[in-house]
């Protein structure tokens, strides 16, 4: 997951735009296109461009166990439900900031590729947490 954490890192440093449906850093991407750009780019086997939904339900290749916020570790994923007619509607993954405390990572429709701290609507909206076990 090293690798993968990188490319988290690389993205966010290049902070695209939103761009729905996107996962291109010259036109933008969407929470699933985010997380599905640094997966391949970090050669994670399998794994196909989908949905936040999808990828919860551990479709498309997005094998992974369900955690705990307490178990919760760099570059496990994040859903959060804002609404009941979305699911897991949105995906982001925890990083760890300069003093060792987890951020969340998550391509933010207002904002662009963010990572910030979970509290507030991403605290309250939180819904599930996934341990990716690809290749494991």
Same mark, same amino acid.
């Given at each position: 997951?090293?690798?993968? /954490? $990188?490319?988290?890192?690389? +993205?966010?440093? /290049? #902070?695209?735009?939103?761009?729905? @449906? ?8 969407? *929470? ?7 997966? &391949?780019?970090?050669?994670?086997? =399998? ?13 498309? @290749?997005?094998?992974? !166990?369900? +955690?705990?916020? =307490?178990?919760?570790?760099? *570059? ?7 609404? %009941? %007619? $979305?699911?897991?509607? #949105?995906? @982001? ?6 003093? /060792? /405390?987890?951020?969340?990572? #998550?391509?933010?429709?207002? !904002?662009?590729?963010?990572?910030? &701290?979970? $509290? @507030? %609507?991403?605290? %309250?909206?939180?819904?599930?947490? !996934? $341990?990716?076990? +690809?290749?494991?």
């Amino acid at each position: 997951m090293h690798s993968f /954490k $990188r490319q988290l890192s690389f +993205i966010i440093a /290049k #902070h695209p735009t939103y761009a729905w @449906g996107g996962s291109d850093l010259t036109t933008g991407v969407d *929470c699933s296109g985010y997380i599905f750009l640094a997966a &391949k780019w970090a050669a994670i086997p =399998g794994v196909t461009r989908t949905t936040a939904y999808r990828m919860a339900q551990g479709l498309g @290749g997005w094998q992974s !166990r369900e +955690i705990s916020l =307490g178990q919760a570790g760099p *570059c496990d994923l994040i859903f959060w439900t804002f609404t %009941a %007619a $979305r699911p897991y509607g #949105h995906v @982001g993954a925890f990083l760890e900031g300069q003093d /060792k /405390k987890l951020l969340v990572t #998550h391509a933010s429709s207002s !904002r662009g590729v963010v990572l910030e &701290k979970l $509290r @507030g %609507a991403l605290a %309250a909206s939180t819904s599930l947490m !996934r $341990r990716l076990t +690809i290749g494991d």
